[in-house]
């Protein structure tokens, strides 16, 4: 293993595990729990079995958290029940809602049924959030301080708890549990014995309500340069805290998912059974079609000029992948500006004001490009204004399709990641072929 990059020599592994007895080598113990979860996802469930096995249990939780979605649903529907349990039972809140979310609700209900009464609670909690709000992935295992104790009492139970948070600060709830603000330990230190934590008390200015939208959240905690942030009810009652950390895997998760949909391919496990592989991807094909076949359609509509002018033919696909280039810069930009909170009513025309003036002059620049070397391929003065016009318009619509598009399937609830780049293929194919053929049949058939 090269401990600097953490990366495995996966072939050593594999040789390993064809060994049923043989244990892991000792350098093996130097992987942390994602590192794990990359090499599980690296192999078929019949190997993830093996090297389970061979595994420290105690890491089991965190790193079955740490597995991509659907690894996750692919390795617990072979992993044996009693070993679920066990590994649940004993993780943290957080671990336990991304283990049983990859379960059916059935095998779920069963494991609830099984953990202890405060961790039961903690979990129904969770769920009682949808997986979009921030209130199903705030960390309710938080110490906290009763806002009517004294500071020396307080100062005996952090001494003797083994659940603080890494923070100068702890949060302060009254006997109802609703949030009052946070106290420092500096405070704490400096205070008088019998003095009461609610005269210490520094409120927070910035707090999150449990059903604020998860993207919105993480880039909240992020600009705020705290370690966390409180998550409450509408009415003050604590839920938990939602820290940075939290916020970075949000965004991480959100850019793989980005990268991965450029493929239609979700986050399919690598060695997912055939079948449901390709019933996945059929789906995609099959929209993919349909769009194509309409891009036929409009070129079909002008058959006649295609015969007569053989040219247009071998320039069409110029006009198309220009405008798909123009629109997947705009949808990309886009998208990430909708993921960071940065895109809002108030500065989205501002938006496609600036991608339609690049758009501009790009197309300017790279139509009058192509209609010189049109017009020295074909001698044919028409043909490289028709394509120079079409390639602008095209552009330009493309620009203009690639802000709204995304901006519009997040208002219907569709991921933009996932459905964006078809969409917007669809608009820049048909626009494209019908502007330039639309043209050349007006110019060579009137």
């Not at 405060?118 to 709000?133: G, I």
């Not at 938990?240 to 793989?256: K, M, P, T, W």
Request: hydrophobic content about 45%; proline content about 2%; some cysteine.
């Amino acid at each position: 293993m090269d401990s600097s990059t953490g990366v495995t020599d996966l072939d050593e592994l594999l040789g390993l595990l064809e060994q049923e007895t043989v244990q892991l080598p000792k350098h093996f113990d130097e992987i942390n729990s994602s590192q794990w979860a990359r090499i599980l996802e690296s192999l078929t469930n019949e190997q993830r079995l093996r090297l389970w096995d061979k595994i420290d249990s105690s890491h089991a939780s965190s790193i079955l958290a740490e597995l991509h979605e659907d690894t996750l649903q692919q390795f617990l529907a072979v992993l044996p029940q009693g070993s679920i349990e066990k590994t649940v039972c004993a993780s943290s809140q957080s671990e336990a809602v991304e283990i049983l979310e990859a379960l059916s609700q059935k095998a779920a209900r069963r494991i609830i049924k099984k953990l202890t009464p405060e961790a039961k609670n903690r979990v129904e909690l969770s769920f009682s959030y949808t997986e979009e709000q921030v209130g199903r992935y705030a960390n309710q295992q938080v110490y906290t301080i009763d806002a009517n104790e004294k500071v020396a009492e307080v100062i005996a139970e952090i001494k003797e708890s083994e659940n603080t948070l890494a923070s100068s600060n702890f949060i302060v709830l009254n006997g109802d549990f609703h949030y009052q603000g946070e106290v420092s330990i500096n405070d704490l230190l400096n205070a008088k014995n019998k003095e009461k934590i609610a005269e210490l008390v520094h409120s927070t200015e910035i707090t999150l309500l449990d059903q604020q939208p998860l993207l919105e959240a993480s880039n909240l905690v992020k600009d705020s340069q705290k370690n966390y942030l409180p998550v409450i009810q509408s009415d003050g009652r604590f839920v938990g805290v939602f820290s940075i950390q939290d916020a970075l895997n949000v965004f991480q998760n959100f850019y793989e998912a980005q990268v991965a949909h450029m493929g239609n391919v979700s986050d399919e496990d690598l060695f997912s059974p055939v079948i449901k592989s390709s019933r996945r991807r059929a789906v995609w094909l099959g929209i993919n079609l349909l769009t194509a076949f309409l891009a036929s359609f409009v070129i079909g509509i002008f058959d006649k000029v295609l015969i007569e002018v053989v040219a247009l033919a071998v320039l069409m696909p110029i006009v198309a992948s220009m405008g798909g280039i123009t629109g997947s810069q705009s949808l990309t930009l886009t998208i990430r500006g909708l993921a960071t909170g940065q895109i809002s009513k108030g500065n989205l025309v501002t938006l496609r004001n600036k991608e339609f003036l690049v758009a501009l002059l790009n197309s300017c620049c790279w139509a009058v490009l192509v209609a010189f070397v049109s017009f020295y391929w074909f001698e044919n003065v028409a043909l490289a204004i028709i394509i120079a016009i079409s390639i602008m318009i095209n552009m330009l619509v493309a620009a203009f399709a690639g802000v709204y598009i995304p901006v519009l399937l997040e208002k219907f609830g569709i991921d933009p990641a996932i459905a964006g780049s078809v969409i917007l293929t669809t608009v820049t194919d048909v626009v494209g072929f019908f502007v330039f053929l639309g043209g050349a049949t007006f110019i060579f058939l009137s």
